[in-house]
């Protein structure tokens, strides 16, 4: 049964900054160990972009060497936070697909795993390119992946969220053309679990019949007032990844809250 790890939001910061008193360097530091220390048998850690918190140079080299402590292999796609061109010169090891866009496909015994680049940029001209966009080329990547994923179902792992989630400020970002990513996701029929990012909470549900999970940051929240349509506004709650296990009827999803997750456990 696949198992995977789950992190999203890093915004990675050059030593000696911080988000809201919060350290990401540490915040992260901390997952990863915990991850080693529990999941070790992972067959991947998929990380669902805004790697760094202003696409600097420092801080993806930070983030290189933080990623390479993770004993489970690594695969990575990027966010409204992340600069593309930054990214793929500092973590050379990444390939990116034939249209240069940081998206990959691995393929398990038991499912297709699929990671899509949905930033929408260049032009990097804020705040429009906080909302995420699949141009026709990546549409068209989808749909062929889908198509030849055989009797395997697939997961797709994506920054930003392919519909609303209740938050008014984040919405606005959201996937930008949700209606064609939909289209193509129905046409197959094989997704079995969308997974995404970018709003610094743990949700679930499902959209157009589809199951999603979205997951906190490991460094900082959004506060969960529902209207507020100020993005920026942020709190310091526990830090957390996912776990996605496959099953022979499903897959499970869970949350790990590592920072105050407990393992020695009392008799209730």
Do not use: W
């Not at 008193?21 to 992972?42: K, T």
């Not at 909470?201 to 007032?225: A, D, E, L, N, W």
Request: contains cysteine.
């Amino acid at each position: 049964m696949t198992k995977l790890i789950v992190f999203t939001d890093l915004h990675m910061v050059p030593e000696g900054m911080s988000i809201i008193g919060l350290d990401p360097f540490q915040r992260l530091a901390a997952g990863i160990d915990h991850v080693n220390r529990y999941h070790a048998d992972a067959d991947r850690v998929v990380i669902m972009g805004d790697l760094t918190h202003r696409a600097d140079r420092a801080s993806y080299e930070r983030l290189r060497g933080l990623l390479d402590r993770l004993v489970p292999p690594v695969a990575i796609t990027i966010g409204n936070h992340d600069r593309r061109d930054v990214f793929l010169e500092t973590f050379s090891n990444v390939t990116p697909d034939d249209d240069g866009f940081v998206q990959q496909t691995i393929d398990f015994a038991d499912c297709r795993v699929l990671l899509l680049d949905t930033l929408f940029a260049p032009p990097y001209d804020y705040p429009n390119s906080h909302a995420g966009f699949l141009c026709q080329k990546r549409l068209a990547s989808l749909d062929r992946q889908l198509e030849t994923a055989g009797d395997r179902p697939v997961l797709l792992f994506m920054h930003h969220p392919p519909h609303a989630t209740g938050f008014t400020g984040m919405d606005m970002m959201r996937l930008g053309n949700e209606t064609d990513f939909y289209e193509v996701v129905k046409r197959r029929g094989n997704v079995l679990h969308i997974f995404a990012g970018h709003v610094h909470r743990t949700i679930s549900g499902s959209s157009r019949g589809i199951p999603f999970s979205i997951f906190k940051s490991p460094v900082h929240q959004q506060p969960m007032p529902f209207h507020s349509p100020d993005t920026s506004l942020s709190v310091d709650e526990p830090a957390a990844y996912g776990i996605a296990v496959m099953t022979p009827t499903g897959i499970l999803v869970h949350t790990e809250d590592y920072e105050i997750a407990v393992r020695e456990a009392a008799v209730a």
